[in-house]
């Protein structure tokens, strides 16, 4: 019984393990190097701090970052609408 428990530990630390490992490459591929700017690179609006405590290294307000983005997502929302409408017709 005992040995059971300590099994169950062991397997749920490798798997933590592993977790903080996937998140940390994750963090470190999403993440821009250097700190994060007060103000916006693109349009020099002023990035908030909530924004920059949860995306270090920020570089682009909300707006310019979606801007960014946008180009990625569009995409996706286009082919994902086009099946929807598809789906409903
Ligand atoms: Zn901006």
């Not at 059971?4 to 490992?21: L, M, N, P, T």
């Not at 993440?31 to 908030?48: D, Q, R, Y």
């Not at 270090?56 to 983005?69: A, F, I, M, N």
Request: hydrophobic content about 30%; glycine content about 10%.
């Amino acid at each position: 019984m005992a040995g059971g428990w300590s099994r169950d530990g062991a397997v749920s630390e490798q798997i933590e393990a592993s977790i903080s490992d996937e998140l940390a490459r994750m963090k470190a591929r999403r993440a821009p190097v250097g700190e994060s700017l007060t103000h916006c690179a693109e349009c020099e609006e002023e990035i908030p701090e909530a924004r920059r405590v949860a995306l270090p290294g920020v570089k682009l307000c909300l707006d310019c970052q979606q801007e960014r983005d946008g180009a990625f997502k569009t995409r996706g929302g286009i082919n994902r609408r086009g099946s929807k409408d598809s789906q409903l017709k």
